[in-house]
């Protein structure tokens, strides 16, 4: 599970399930309903999306 309020952007699995999601990071705010869950807040958005956790990843600081 990835802690709350880690920054995540979709894995190469994720892309693949959810293309609508693709070039998007956003934060988790929690757990899911079901075991493996997570809740994101994607960036721009005021909902939080439910996604299995294989289909994100922490996202990595771009340098400066």
Do not use: F
């Given at each position: 599970q990835l802690p709350h309020s880690t920054r995540v952007r979709l894995t190469a699995l994720g892309?693949?399930?959810c293309p609508n999601l693709v070039?998007?990071?956003?934060?988790v705010v929690g757990s899911g309903r079901n075991p493996g869950t997570?809740?994101?807040l994607f960036d721009g958005s005021r909902?939080?999306?439910?996604?299995?956790?294989?289909y994100v990843e922490a996202a990595?600081?771009?340098p400066r």
């Open positions: 892309t693949a399930r070039g998007r990071e956003g934060v997570v809740r994101i909902t939080a999306v439910s996604l299995h956790s294989t990595t600081a771009a």
